[in-house]
Structure formats: structure tokens, C-alpha cells
């Protein structure tokens, strides 16, 4: 490995990669990290997880792994970690997977795993809809829609998406903490929207109020509020009055406000759980659901698409004189107003909304980033205590560079959109590090921090 000449900049941690019991392949495929409970979700190479809580790499005593906390069998297809929020309690950790199921049916199982006492359990899950029933067995959400050739999970707050590319189809889903019959605790899922899909997605995010989909030329942008709330009606009883709520939740949805009066998640998407000292519902609880579902390309629910920016004349052919599409494999949020892109030819876009007095009212723009390497791994840590985010940015190879983005503000209008993209933003790579291995993926630990996932080993690195 080679590190800066000044130690005081940087520390360094090596990890031996474990050598799981359940599987004969050491070998680590990929890896999540959930910052907010300090988890780590390995997967390996036969698809099985194994997960670590609290993981903190430059703090362990040794260069090798523990033990892990708990194990999630294979095959899985998918998986995210999501948060169960509340305006006045402590943030839940959920850790969410995908499976196929081939009998009695072709159907999808969805496995939750619940953070208590560091360390992830499984977790019953009740649904009031036909098409999602629990199967003891299996300890899963049986989804009674067929699996196909991929699925993608993506988890936010309170709120997790699943996007079948078999069947064209995009779900909504919402989930909040309730009281089983037995006197336990359980989880409740609801279906909330469904999106047509009429064209090609290559990725897909949760982030900060919004569903993003990475598509050709650009991305496409949901706000999640409409989506969530949707249809759902439930009447309930409350000091002998009655009255309506969206999604069986009292108070609707019981959110922070962020930009503009845009609702918000305290860190990002929707807050759907009923505050501490409410009464959980129970299993027999009888709701009337019905999803909101629309197109992919529908400007209903306040949908629009976001092109890439094209390159300046001077320094390359722009896609539109190629005709080659360009696709937006990796979606990042560095704010509630700030999310990066990855193209699948290497660059880097920044998407940046404004919001009016009403809420969401575009205006919007979306500017290339320069950097001097093509990327293949991004990753980001959205820290809303400062104003200079830090973006970074791996070749796929040996190197990966620290860009730190700062002078963010979203205060533009129309008439000062071209001077805005000049002003905006201030982007300057500040870091490099070089590995000895070839780089798979890499994921943030904090702000300043970063884990890399190499051939063999494992590398942390913090910048003082």
C-alpha cells in the first residue's frame, strides 16, 4: 500500500478478509455499510451474508475479522439496509433481502432482519395484501410476484424500493414497527405504489424524499411523498372521534420539514411510524390499501426527467453527435438537495435541485464534474453538519481519489441558471491513495473515512 509521506493526514488499517464456516469460499464479493448503526453486511461468493455490528476497522484489536454477529443463508438476490424512524425515537436498523422461491409457485421472499442488542434477528412481518403472505418456514415475506432474472432493493427511511427487470415493475413499499399477537414486536408492510417500467433501469435509489432511477442519458426523479401516501385510507378511533389517515399511520406522514417546506426525513426519506407513546397496531387491524401505480415516463405525482449535462465543445464529441447512450449506473446523495451520478462511460454529474416556497417546483440543473480519471466505484457520505461534502472515486484498478465539493447552495432561479453553473459549485481533488490490490468495491465509513475492498484484504482509511 502507499500512503501519504505525512502520517499525521492519514491512518491505515489492514484486515485479513474472514474465512467464513458456512460456505468453502472465502471469497467476498461485495459489502454494505450502514454508518448510522455502524454495520457491515459482507457477501460472499455464494451469495450468503455475514454481519458485523458495531464494525469500526480502525478500532479492532487485531488484523483479522471476529466472529460474525449473525448469517443470512443463501441464495440471496438483493439487499439493503433501511431505517424505522419516528419524530421523537431513536432510529431502527433493518437489514432487507431478496430471494427467489420456485415452489409450490415462482414467487419472491423477502427476509427481514431486525438490529437489537448488537446484533440482527429475524423479525415477523404482517401485510393486509393478497399478494404478500408470511411463510413460517421460511421466516419471509412470500411476494406472490415471480422473481426473474434480477431484482434490486434499494432502502431508505421507512421506506425500501424492489425493482423487478423480469417483469418491468418498480414497488413502493413502507414499513413500520408494530406489536404481534403474542405480545412481541413485528413489522408491517405495505405496498404503496407500483411504476410501469417502460424503459431500461440500471440503477435505483432511496434518497432523501425522492426515487431516483438511473436510466439512458440521465436519470428520473420521484418525490416519495405522493408515492407513499398514495391511496391508503384507514378510519380509526381517537378520543371517542373518528377520522381518516393515510396508510393506517396516524398523522399520515409525520415528517421533518427540510428545504422550502419540502417533506423530508430528519435525514432523509419519510417518516410513516407512529411516535413513541402511540399505540401500535395490531396483526387484526383492518386497512383498505390500494397503491398508486402509473408509467415510468408519467409526469403525474410530480415525476420529471434529468438529461446529462453534454460536454463542452473543447474538450470532447458530446453523446448527442455520438449517439452512443450513456447510462447512470450509481446514484449518491451528498445532500437533500445534492446527488451525484456515475455514467457508464466514467464521468460524473451532479444533480442539484431548488425548491419554492410550496415545496418541490424544479428547478433543477444537472453539471459535469471534472476529474482526471475515468471512474468505475463512487461512493459518498452525506454529512449535513458541514458545507464541503467529500465524494470518492475509485478507478476499478489500484487508486482512489478524495474530492471534496463545497460553496453548495440551491437559492438559484431561472434567470440565474447559466451564472449559476459557473458559481455553484467548487470541486478540488485533495487526496489520492494507491493500493496494491485490485480494488473491488468501497463504501464509507464516515466523512472523513473510507473502507476498501481488495482481492485479499481488506483496507480502512481516515484523514485526520
Known amino acids: 500500500m502507499s500512503l501519504s509521506s505525512t502520517p499525521p493526514e492519514f491512518e491505515a488499517r489492514q484486515l485479513s478478509l474472514p474465512k467464513p464456516l458456512h460456505t468453502p469460499s472465502p471469497h467476498i464479493s461485495s459489502f454494505l455499510y450502514d454508518p448510522l448503526s455502524s454495520s457491515l453486511a459482507l457477501r460472499h461468493s455464494d451469495s450468503s451474508f455475514s454481519l458485523y455490528t458495531p464494525f469500526s476497522p480502525l478500532s479492532l484489536p487485531l488484523p483479522s475479522f471476529p466472529p460474525p454477529k449473525s448469517l443470512v443463508p443463501s441464495p440471496t438476490s438483493s439487499s439493503t439496509f433501511l431505517h424505522l424512524r419516528t419524530t421523537h425515537n431513536p432510529p431502527t436498523t433493518v437489514f432487507v433481502t431478496s430471494s427467489p422461491l420456485l415452489r409450490p409457485s415462482s414467487a419472491t421472499l423477502l427476509r427481514f432482519f431486525i438490529l437489537r442488542d448488537d446484533r440482527f434477528v429475524k423479525i415477523r412481518v404482517a401485510s393486509n395484501h393478497r399478494d404478500l403472505e408470511f411463510d413460517p418456514a421460511k421466516f419471509g415475506m412470500v411476494f ?198 456515475l455514467d457508464s462511460v466514467g464521468d460524473v454529474h451532479l444533480l442539484c435541485f431548488s425548491y419554492s416556497v410550496q415545496g418541490f417546483d424544479k428547478p433543477c440543473l444537472m453539471k459535469r464534474l471534472s476529474q482526471t480519471m475515468k471512474v468505475l466505484k463512487l461512493a459518498v457520505f452525506h454529512d449535513v453538519s458541514t458545507a464541503t461534502q467529500t465524494i470518492w472515486m475509485s478507478d476499478g484498478s489500484h487508486t482512489v481519489h478524495l474530492m471534496t465539493v463545497s460553496n453548495m447552495d440551491t437559492s438559484f432561479d431561472k434567470t440565474e441558471k447559466k451564472d449559476t453553473k459557473e458559481k455553484l459549485i467548487q470541486t478540488s481533488v485533495t487526496r489520492a491513495i494507491f493500493t496494491s490490490e485490485k480494488i473491488q468495491d468501497i463504501t464509507p465509513l464516515s466523512a472523513n473515512a473510507i473502507l476498501i475492498l481488495g482481492q485479499g484484504n481488506m483496507f480502512a482509511y481516515a484523514i485526520s
Open 144 to 341: 406472490k410476484v415471480n422473481h426473474g432474472v434480477s431484482v434490486k432493493l434499494s432502502g431508505g427511511i421507512n421506506v425500501f424500493s424492489l425493482y423487478s427487470v423480469s417483469n418491468s415493475k418498480i414497488w413502493v413499499f413502507a414499513l413500520r414497527l408494530i406489536g404481534d399477537e403474542g405480545g412481541g414486536e413485528a413489522l408491517k408492510l405495505m405496498k404503496c405504489a407500483v411504476i410501469d417500467c417502460c424503459l431500461p433501469v440500471f440503477s435505483i435509489r432511496v434518497l432523501f424524499g425522492f426515487l431516483i432511477l438511473g436510466e439512458e442519458n440521465g436519470v428520473r426523479v420521484f418525490p416519495l411523498q405522493p408515492l407513499v401516501k398514495g391511496n391508503h385510507r384507514k378510519e380509526k378511533k381517537n378520543s371517542g372521534k373518528r377520522y381518516n389517515s393515510k396508510n393506517g399511520l396516524t398523522n399520515g406522514v409525520d415528517a421533518a420539514k427540510g428545504n422550502g417546506g419540502r417533506t423530508v426525513g430528519t435525514d432523509g426519506d419519510l417518516n410513516l411510524l407512529p411516535a413513541k407513546g402511540e399505540k401500535t397496531e395490531k396483526f387484526s387491524d383492518s386497512v383498505k390499501l390500494r397503491s398508486v401505480i402509473f408509467r415510468q415516463d408519467s409526469r403525474d405525482q410530480g415525476a420529471f426527467f434529468m438529461k446529462f449535462e453534454d460536454k463542452d465543445e473543447g474538450s470532447s464529441i458530446s453523446m448527442n453527435m455520438t449517439g452512443r447512450s450513456i447510462k447512470a449506473i450509481s446514484i449518491q446523495a451528498l445532500s437533500a438537495n445534492y446527488f451525484v451520478v
